[in-house]
């Protein structure tokens, strides 16, 4: 698995989680959506951690710098 994203993208995917967490437990946003959000911001955790975006492949997208050889 090649990485394809960038250290901008992934404080933005940890920063938008962190907040979607914060709002989930403090009851901000609640039912169906809030689970919805609650979701999504493990899923950015994840591809955070991982630092690859299923996502961005089919839509060619990599916002990892280019190595230079």
Not at 11 to 23: E, N, P, Q, T, Y
Not at 48 to 64: D, E, K, M, W
């Amino acid at each position: 698995m090649k990485k394809n994203m960038g250290s901008t993208d992934k404080m933005i995917r940890v920063f938008a989680a962190i907040i979607m967490g914060v709002l989930y437990f403090t009851n901000v946003v609640t039912g169906t959506v809030g689970t919805v959000m609650f979701v999504l911001a493990i899923v950015f955790l994840l591809t955070s951690a991982l630092r690859f975006c299923p996502l961005y492949l089919p839509l060619g997208i990599s916002t990892c710098p280019s190595e230079s050889k």
